[in-house]
């Protein structure tokens, strides 16, 4: 059983940037590709960015690219989404989760979630 425990959300203004982390236990992290998710108010959860086992792929929706880069410690068992230019559209719950693939992690659900780290971006 995987637990993974998000934290680095908070409030900034647009154009700021903020990075959130999280940190995984009870598992073996390399073992595992890792995603981030969010899920806007009124809205269904979202793939955000993916990162292969050893951070040797990463994938990321359109709404992002350029913006927001992921990055994974395999030493730390941690994840990493470190967002810039941020936009009052990113203001969501940020989810992290662990899966077996980071190409179909977006449309096959992953099998670990943590609980969750807000972030709003005020305008």
């Known amino acids: 059983q995987v637990q993974l425990v998000e934290s680095g959300g908070g409030l900034v203004q647009a154009g700021g940037s903020l990075r959130v982390s999280c940190a995984a236990s009870?598992?073996?992290?390399?073992?595992?590709?890792m995603g981030w998710f969010r899920q806007a108010l009124g809205k269904e959860r979202e793939p955000v960015a993916r990162?292969?086992?050893?951070?040797?792929?990463?994938y990321y929706t359109d709404s992002v690219k350029g913006r927001f880069t992921i990055s994974r410690d395999n030493a730390k068992n941690t994840v990493y989404l470190q967002m810039n230019s941020l936009k009052p559209e990113d203001t969501a719950v940020y989810y992290c989760?662990?899966?077996?693939?980071?190409?179909?992690?977006?449309?096959?659900?992953?099998?670990?979630w943590g609980q969750g780290t807000q972030v709003t971006v005020s305008s």
């Open positions: 989760a662990a899966g077996r693939s980071a190409q179909t992690m977006g449309v096959i659900p992953p099998d670990y």
């Open positions: 009870g598992g073996t992290f390399s073992g595992y590709a």
């Open positions: 990162i292969s086992r050893l951070g040797t792929g990463t």
